[in-house]
């Protein structure tokens, strides 16, 4: 407990401090700054395996399925990967939201920081009803890897180019008549007052759009990492981490996303294989280094067939001309 306690201060301190100090003012997040966060986020994630090596050595935290330490590690960075992977199609999303409700970009950091406070309390009760229920009810664990199976193959058949629209969604529709909406942005204000009236401002419907979808994301993310293990403290921080290294991998990423769209198919890859674990873990046991590798070989796959492909389509637009 005394662990969990210290995990959950240190991530407020830091959200504390990154509200508070490094981004007291808003501000536009160059590609360059995101790029600095994104590998210091990527590095602590990876420095954290070694704190799990070490607490799951020293039985400082509660092992339940008796975990050795290395064992431990690799299925934390496992679980990170995944969630990492996983977190690309929702960066697709938030730059739709953002757009719709045209949040301006120095302001666009401010609703993410309080979109993530609230997907970590969402995702901390989603990962502590999967763990009793897997434990409690052994079959769920063949539900949640057919729910993969599925989702995997309707993303992968699934031909029509229906996009999300934010405006038209049940959220956007249901928030207007439970609070009245003003299209008016007043700086980093979530509602702004007119007329006697308090309404809510772009930032705040943006903020709840993009936290109903990661709810939403969430429900493929949280069974693909229990399928890895049902750990609660290695599925609660491989999540963490990857949700905290979310927001600068958006501002890294949001100016290029078109150049890493087969990465579509290396989420495919990795929901196909997590489901298929799951489905098979009576019959086969698969050791910790191959699930490991497999996602890590697919995601390179795909930033790299994504990157090669861009650039040849980038060349024979040149040569049309």
Known sequence: MIVWILFLIAILLFLALDLGVFNKTPHIISSKEAGKWTAVWVALSF?????????????????????????????????????LSLSVDNIFVIAVIFSAFKIPKKYQHRVLFWGILGAIIFRGAMIYFGVLLINKFA?????????????????????????????????????KKIVPVSNHIDKEHFFVKRRHITAAT????????????????ALDSVPAILAIT????????????????????????????????????????IL????????????????????????????????????KINKEEINEEDNEF
């Open 47 to 83: 420095m954290f395996s070694g704190v799990i090596y070490w607490l799951y050595g020293t039985n400082y935290i509660a092992n339940p399925d008796h975990l050795k330490p290395a064992t431990a590690a690799i299925k934390f960075i496992t679980g990170y990967l995944i969630e």
């Open 202 to 217: 772009p930032l705040f419907v943006a903020l709840v759009v993009i936290e109903v979808m990661d709810v939403v994301f």
């Open 230 to 269: 049902s750990d609660p403290f290695l599925v609660f921080s491989s999540n963490i981490f990857a949700i905290l290294g979310l927001r600068s991998m958006y501002f890294f990423l949001a100016n290029m996303l078109e150049r890493f769209s087969y990465l579509e198919y290396s989420l495919i890859a």
């Open 139 to 175: 079959w769920t664990t063949y539900l949640f890897g057919a729910f993969l199976i599925y989702t995997a193959m309707r993303m992968l058949f699934d031909n029509e180019d229906e996009k999300f629209e934010p405006k038209k969604s049940f959220v956007y529709k249901s928030l």
């Open 272 to 307: 196909s294989f997590v489901g298929l674990k799951m489905l098979l873990h009576d019959f086969i046991e698969l050791p910790e280094w191959v699930s490991l590798a497999f996602i890590a070989v697919s995601l390179v796959a795909g930033i790299i067939v994504s990157l």
